[in-house]
């Protein structure tokens, strides 16, 4: 069993519609969760990081970490055709500072005008 | 807001041809960075961690002796793909810490393509 799953999609969705992504992963280690976004041949930049269980909310995005279940997702809200890229979860058992990261493949997601 | 450059963004090349890749932090200065590789549709592994000064670190499974990383400076980590071969060819990309604890930032990433 791979240590993050996450279903690469593609997912399409109309304009304004709310987005939900998820993550599982099996290591009841790990406490920093990341959410990552990536356009076509870029690099990634973070969307939303949390620690532990709980919410989180930025704007449009809402992240969610449920540790009991070891699910993780990323809500987006009104969703636009910018918000079209490729994201990623990523986790870490030791925080942000050791940048040790496990991520997920990534979930393709369009968003059509 | 700190910005990693990477170069080049895209590079084609022959088999048995050694490539280079540089990783910049634009400005801020990093004793680490980290090199990272994504195959189309899978996730990014860490292939190594680069450290200023001091030799790289290596995941287990990564050839040192393929992939040379040098940390000549506190702004500056190379990635040279030494006798690339077609299996080579993949998405690198590089990543680097604002300051201790802070948070990381990715480069644009390289695709190499090792014809």
């Known amino acids: 069993q791979k240590e993050v799953e996450q279903d690469p999609g593609p997912l399409s969705v109309p304009e304004g519609a709310i987005v939900s992504l998820n993550c599982t992963y099996s290591n009841s280690a790990f406490q920093y969760f990341m959410w990552y976004r990536q356009y076509s041949r870029k690099g990634p930049e973070l969307l939303m990081y949390t620690y532990s269980s709980g919410n989180k909310e930025d704007g449009r995005f809402t992240a969610q970490v449920d540790k009991s279940s070891k699910y993780i997702s990323l809500f987006i809200r009104d969703s636009q055709p910018s918000d079209s890229a490729t994201y990623l979860c990523a986790m870490s058992d030791s925080g942000a500072g050791s940048y040790q990261l496990t991520f997920g493949k990534g979930t393709k997601l369009s968003v059509i005008p | 807001g700190a910005v990693v450059s990477q170069h080049p963004s895209r590079v084609i090349c022959k088999s048995g041809t050694s490539v280079k890749i540089e990783c910049r932090s634009l400005d801020f200065q990093a004793t680490t960075m980290f090199w990272y590789r994504q195959f189309p549709k899978q996730s990014l592994m860490l292939m190594a961690t680069?450290?200023?000064?001091?030799?790289?670190?290596?995941e287990q499974g990564v050839e040192k002796d393929k992939f040379l990383i040098n940390h000549a400076s506190l702004t500056l980590s190379t990635l040279t793909v030494t006798s690339a071969h077609p299996e080579d060819s993949s998405f690198y990309i590089c990543?680097?810490?604002?300051?201790?604890?802070?948070?990381?930032?990715f480069g644009e990433g390289s695709r190499l393509t090792v014809l």
């Open positions: 990543s680097a810490p604002s300051r201790l604890g802070g948070e990381l930032f």
């Open positions: 680069s450290n200023e000064g001091s030799k790289a670190t290596y």
